[in-house]
């Protein structure tokens, strides 16, 4: 789970805001695509976002790319942590 530069706490989501949409959750989504959760439509949001951690509210220094990789990045690193987790117990049974 990504974890909060500011408060070190594992966050699954950020907050987001902007001047012209309402306040929100910024996720990736199981496929791994970026999720808004008002309209999912993220073409409609301007770039001009902010995003927030959940848990203490400070504001991340993020744009939206940013975000996604935050969010996106840590999932990545945990899939390979799995993989290879899977691999070494997968080798211990090969050499037995
Ligand atoms: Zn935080």
Redesign the pocket.
Known sequence: MPI?P????N?EFLNYSSNNYDNGEFSIDKNGFKKYDKDGNSDLIEPDLFFG?P????ELDFDEQQAEEFLREKDELQEIVAEKLKQIKEKNVSNL
């Open positions: 909060c500011k408060c070190k706490e966050v951690c848990e203490c509210n400070e």
